[in-house]
């Protein structure tokens, strides 16, 4: 999976979204992960103004909040 940029005109503005694979998790070896984090900074030139971090909402382990 490649890091892929998008992008659209909102109110007269470009917007761009560069999306990434797991790049923060554990799925990509050491050498892709740097490959694709090197890669989704070129993509996001001249610069990335916002970072929105995603992330899966889990619900409470019931078993560990008993005391």
Do not use: K, Y
């Not at 659209?8 to 070896?29: A, H, K, M, W, Y």
Request: net charge negative.
């Amino acid at each position: 999976m490649e890091s892929t940029r998008r992008s659209t005109v909102i109110d007269s503005r470009e917007v761009v979204v560069v999306e990434t694979p797991d790049v923060l998790g554990t799925s990509l070896v050491p050498e892709i992960r740097a490959r694709e984090a090197l890669r989704s900074l070129q993509l996001c030139g001249p610069g990335p103004h916002a970072f929105l971090l995603v992330v899966q909402a889990r619900a409470p382990n019931l078993e560990s909040t008993m005391i």
